[in-house]
């Protein structure tokens, strides 16, 4: 697999043109906005956060595919994990773009989130994959502030 | 003193300006023959920054390895060849802007500063509260940041001229706009984002009807297009010496005598002063007036070489080259369904700005850095004009003369590339 293969996989390009939970939410009890001025990629998080467990999770904006597909990708996973579930989740899919997963020779058990293992390969493109993410801890802790990459 | 300064290369050596010849052009751009991701580097990003040939990188070399001292200060011989290179390169930026008098030709780190030196002096004395500054909406941020400091700090109120579909001034909207508490004027000559020509010398005729001065933003223009500050008549105008073939860190700032005389200076300290004491200072003789500080020596002499080198292959040869190329890459990116180019003006030079449908323009850019063409995706500091063609960026190839029609092949064979990842 060439690392354009590996970064632009079939579960990335099928996710960034067709993107789930992509709505605004209704009864949302948390929202938070994303955005890199880089390259202009805006994202919305809404949440329904049930004591500590994210009862309902979707996303609006535009961005590239990777930014897309990792906000539609991240919808799917996050719904039904508490807090504590979300931030882990977090820490091993940023050590696994930034390449760390790959130095400590880990596996660590990401399910769908391994199809973003090829980014590891294009620095200037970690952002991308980790908007969302930023977005969300934002929007978990309750701070109304835009995220932004910068 | 002169030998050390005297250029070795083989276009020197020609009696006359040989015909444009690119094969031999590229020989002199050492960056060029590189591969990139096991490519041959196709390097189409020259509007974010252009190569430097080898004579711009040896005049650099040269004077650090055997001129280096500061200027205007030392009595001792490398100090007086230092002073004589640095000034030598003024003069070359001034006969490059065919200015009458090499005190109008200020040295600053770039465009950027330039503007800013003159919203700072200029504007600062002359924009009070209710006043206006006049700038077009295909300006890039380096162009409207400055004014808007100004702006709110005068109580004063920034204007904007719109632009047509094509990417063009309106011109009778710029007129309009122009009025009794206009008092300044700022404007690009070639858009980054859109490549757009604008008619300066229209411009600058409109404003000094209203008697308000006129910058030009030449950052765009300077590489691909002849510049004659007194034809256009304008004010000031301002380069960056990074996009004309020069190194990074040195630009030029273009002022009438007489305007440059009446303002206040920019930063204080070293050598923009005549004298000092703690009750007073006397301010030195323009332009040493706004060069406070140590310069950038070694990049002003960079900057003279690449002048220097264009000369000898001739503003009007690269600018009749370029407009064929342009032409010949608007057609090929046209052609494929799907591409659409931004910013259609009739009077286009250097930029070809495009986006794909159903593809981010940073997609597009990572695809095509691993096929080893450079371009950049984004805003290109030029928000306000995605906004106006409502799209959050663009993919934007950007020409010199050392390109070829087989890079804008490889530029088309790519974007292909990317409509068969994203089918």
Redesign the interface.
């Known amino acids: 697999m060439s690392d354009l293969d590996g970064l632009y996989q079939e579960v990335i390009l099928d996710h960034s043109k067709k993107p789930r939970n992509c709505r605004a939410m209704e009864g949302a009890n948390r929202r938070a906005d994303g955005y890199n001025p880089l390259c202009g990629d805006k994202f919305t998080i809404y949440l329904k956060l049930q004591d500590d467990r994210i009862a309902d999770i979707s996303f609006q904006g535009t961005g590239c595919a990777i930014s897309t597909a990792s906000a539609s990708i991240l919808t799917e996973i996050l719904k039904g994990k508490t807090r504590a579930e979300a931030e882990a989740l977090f820490e091993s899919f940023h050590d696994l773009v930034t390449g760390k997963t790959r130095e400590k020779g880990e596996t660590p058990a990401l399910g769908k989130l391994a199809v973003f293992s090829g980014v590891c390969g294009f620095p200037v493109r970690v952002k991308c994959a980790t908007l969302v993410w930023h977005t969300l801890r934002t929007a978990l802790d309750g701070d109304q502030k835009v995220t932004t990459t910068e | 003193m002169a030998t050390t300064r005297e250029v070795v290369h083989p276009s020197t050596r020609e009696p006359s300006a040989p015909a444009f010849d690119v094969r031999r052009i590229r020989e002199d751009f050492p960056i060029l023959k590189q591969k990139v991701h096991g490519k041959p580097l196709v390097y189409l990003d020259n509007a974010a920054t252009s190569q430097k040939p080898a004579v711009v990188i040896e005049a650099m070399q040269r004077f650090y390895t055997q001129d280096c001292s500061n200027v205007h200060r030392g009595v001792h011989l490398l100090s007086e060849r230092a002073t004589q290179a640095y000034e030598d390169a003024r003069v070359k930026v001034q006969n490059f802007l065919h200015a009458a008098d090499a005190r109008e030709t200020v040295f600053v780190r770039g465009t950027t500063e330039a503007i800013n030196l003159v919203a700072q002096t200029y504007g600062r004395r002359h924009v009070q509260a209710g006043d206006e500054v006049l700038i077009t909406a295909m300006e890039h941020h380096s162009n409207i940041v400055p004014w808007q400091i100004l702006c709110e700090e005068k109580g004063a109120a920034l204007r904007v001229a719109p632009i047509n579909d094509r990417g063009e001034l309106v011109l009778d909207e710029f007129e309009k706009l122009l009025n009794a508490r206009t008092r300044f004027v700022s404007v690009a000559h070639v858009s980054n984002a859109l490549g757009t020509i604008n008619p300066v010398r229209q411009l600058v005729q409109m404003a000094h009807r209203w008697n308000v001065p006129i910058l030009i933003d030449g950052a765009q223009a300077v590489p691909h297009l002849e510049v004659d500050v007194q034809e256009l008549d304008c004010d000031f105008y301002a380069f960056s010496g990074h996009k004309l073939f020069g190194p990074t860190g040195i630009g030029a700032l273009y002022g009438k005598a007489r305007l440059l005389e009446a303002m206040p200076p920019y930063q204080g300290g070293g050598d923009m002063i005549s004298s000092v004491s703690f009750e007073k200072t006397i301010y030195n003789h323009i332009p040493y007036k706004f060069e406070a500080g140590t310069p950038s020596i070694a990049a002003a002499i960079g900057l003279g070489a690449a002048i220097d080198y264009l000369n000898r292959v001739g503003m009007q040869n690269i600018a009749s080259y370029e407009h064929a190329l342009l032409s010949y890459a608007t057609e090929a990116i046209a052609q494929i369904p799907g591409a659409h180019i931004i910013g259609r003006a009739r009077e286009k030079a250097g930029v070809l700005s495009f986006v794909l449908d159903?593809?981010?323009?940073?997609?597009i850019g990572?695809?095509l850095d691993?096929e080893g063409i450079a371009i950049r995706?984004?805003?290109h500091c030029a928000q306000p004009v995605?906004e106006r063609f409502g799209v959050?960026?663009t993919a934007r190839a950007s020409l010199a003369f050392y390109n070829t029609k087989q890079d804008i092949n490889a530029l088309a064979a790519g974007i292909q590339l990317v409509k068969g990842?994203?089918?």
């Open positions: 159903g593809v981010h323009p940073h997609d990572t695809i691993r995706t984004g805003h995605m959050p960026a990842i994203f089918g």
